[in-house]
């Protein structure tokens, strides 16, 4: 179903040196799927994660919090799928303790130096003896190449896997940028149930790196949006090994920094469409961009409005151009002296509406030629301002319903 | 498909003293179909309205709000299913005053003395030369029994008609509260594509009327949910014809005053609950109340997130008791400071979680019990201060979209 989304290949995805990744079966919740992964991180490597804003957030998240804040270097990531572990109280917290614990005493690290990551099932215990006893094996697969099966690693109701690479010269040593990500439902702004993992071999100076993964989530995870529920357990993890042999990147603004910049980026907003185009049920990609408002942050609520508005994703579903419902959603986002005699739409080069009344110049058939692409851009002017801002959705089909209603079965 | 819901019968539906209404076929959209109805009001009646808080009003809307502030007195209402006159810019008011005009010059009374509202397709053109055809013919069938009539002329998507009735006696004398409304999609807080019509017989002092038709709508209307939509077109309208002969109501605390508002309440709630029972596609009826919020106002915003996810609603119509969603969507209805270690969640007497985690006592055999039912409970303690609130849903399935993708066609 995923909307021109092809899976990875594993020749497309550059090793990362100074970073190891072991895949195993744990049976955490389902046989014969792979549901353990572990990432392994060689001495010095830089790490900065932002998470979930949902005041639920599971056990995994508060513990990646309070050992990001530790301040003590990170050397492992270890990543379950089946089973959230959020909604599980304290008891969720001591499981959760208890992987980072044993993984830890595996690597002869602190298990402060361990960041633990879970999604699946909501308000079930987490089978934490199954996850410990399968880090054995998940330690001894680890390999530098084992990208393609991370990415598989980490699915639960995604149809694709999700990775990217890429590579840039930072005076004049190639660098690799290489990530991947999980999530098709409960997508939303501030994160979803979506993680993501990229990795670089660049050398960034460490005080840069919590600034860049909030930087590269707000232009990426941050903007897309499925069915409108932030999840308990959203993570975007961001990883420098330093390994490369480049002069460390210090400030942004250098020719090395803005390349380097430009390929994580890159990176991270692949993976977040990827998410959106397996966004569950979906069959097409959307595009919602909001123009002439008086900050981004007006552009963004009507664009997420747009993107939230169950009867606007249904009528892209059907390929219907019922585009009067995308000029509700403007006028329901909260804007509260929004003035719809300013107000045009297109659907992408096509002027659908203008100061708030349909345009002369419209034609049903141009619309209905649009609404049957795979690939659409929603363009709407607020025309009281110059600020815009993006967001990237997906349409609301039976499929969404089938796929939320059969989910635990 | 209508959870619960009976259709009216003529003989249940008392007319109301001073009003006549009059349903016919006008051809707006489709044929065979009654998309025209007026209410005609004896002079001396009072009347009230809210509408949706939507920036992108429709013209009627418009139109309403301004006749309703001229302080003319208010003596025919003219209602058009198929094209909602919204998003149809300058040209839209001048097609609804067209029709307001019309209806004038046959009552022989001011513009502004008309209320008009419509239903339908967004962003198409009205046919008010269709409808101010039709108008002769309306007012030539007005009788004071044509509830039933019109509780059909004002549907859409509804599957079922909505009209409910009740007497009440006012220092003696027999006093009537009937009303109708339609909705089916597009239902949420601050009105829906939701149009309600309350009647009585009941002598109110015009003073009280406008905060009347507020705490009427607050309490009923400005509860329910559907799909998150809020409507161009949501009106909700208070009649007081003045009738009766009892002393008029001056205050709401005197016997006669309680007495009569309990019956506009009841009367109220029925009807847009029965527009949530008649959801699009519903299958299931849920109550969402908050306790234990430090206001009213964040208890509504976490009963909102509950009832707008998509993954609960999903997870109601699979009747699967995948109740970690309804925390996940407490957690991000936006209460910054919410402890998740305070929460606990019952399913109508099933407790389910207890401090943010899962109640040692709860089975999955009863939540599956509970999630069987067609009518549901959700109760969630915020356990940070005294105050509840209280929001009716559905819940979310295949034939949703079905007829959103459809409805057009």
Redesign the interface.
């Known amino acids: 179903m995923a909307v021109n989304l092809l899976p990875p290949q594993a020749g497309d995805l550059h090793p990362v040196a100074g970073l190891r990744i072991g895949v195993v079966e744990a049976g955490v919740r389902k046989a014969n799927r792979k549901d353990l992964t572990v990432f392994l991180l060689d001495p010095g490597a830089a790490v900065a994660g932002v998470f979930t ?5 599971a056990a995994p998240v508060q513990l990646c919090r309070s050992h990001l804040a530790s301040g003590q270097a990170i050397r492992a990531l270890v990543i379950n799928t089946g089973v ?1 572990n ?7 917290l001591l499981d959760a303790q208890a992987v980072c614990t044993a993984l830890a005493q595996h690597l002869h690290i602190n298990p402060q130096q361990v960041l633990p990551f879970s999604t699946g ?5 987490l089978p934490h003896e199954r996850i410990v006893a399968g880090l054995p094996a998940a330690i001894a697969a680890a390999q530098a190449d084992h990208w393609l099966q991370a990415s598989h690693g980490i699915m639960t109701t995604d149809t694709v896997a999700k990775a990217f690479s890429v590579q840039v010269m930072l005076s004049g040593v190639p660098v690799t940028v290489t990530g991947i990500s999980k999530g098709a ?2 997508i ?1 702004p ?1 994160m979803a149930t979506m993680l993501g993992f990229v990795a670089t071999d660049a050398c960034i100076a460490p005080g840069l790196m919590d600034a860049l993964a909030h930087d590269l989530a707000e232009a990426s995870f941050n903007r897309i949006t499925v ?6 357990n959203d993570s975007f993890i961001v990883m420098a090994t330093q390994q490369a042999k480049h002069p460390t990147v210090t400030d942004w603004s250098s020719t090395d920094g803005q390349a380097l910049r430009s390929a994580l980026m890159q990176v991270s907003r692949q993976l977040a469409q990827a998410i959106v185009r397996d966004g569950e049920g979906a069959t097409k990609f959307i595009t919602v961009t909001v123009e002439g408002g008086r900050d981004a942050a007006e552009c963004r609520q009507v664009a997420y409005a747009i993107g ?4 606007v994703k ?2 892209f ?2 390929s ?1 151009p ?4 995308i ?7 909260g ?2 002296d ?4 300013h ?1 045009d739409l297109y659907l992408d080069d096509v002027q659908v ?6 345009s002369p110049s419209y034609q049903e058939a141009d619309g209905q030629r649009i609404m049957q692409q795979s690939e659409i851009t929603v363009r709407v002017v607020l025309g009281r301002g110059q600020a815009t801002d993006t967001v990237w959705t997906c349409d ?3 499929e ?3 796929i ?6």
């Open positions: 804003q949902n005041r639920f957030c959230a959020a909604g599980t109280g304290a008891q969720g099932v909501i308000m079930e215990p439902g409960m939303r501030n069915d409108g529920d932030t999840s308990t939230h508005s169950p009867l249904t009528a579903f059907a219907d019922n585009l009067g419902r000029l509700a959603a403007v006028g329901y986002a804007i509260a929004l003035d719809q005699a107000i509406a203008v100061n708030g009344g349909r609301f089909s039976h969404y319903v089938t939320n209603a059969d989910y635990r079965s």
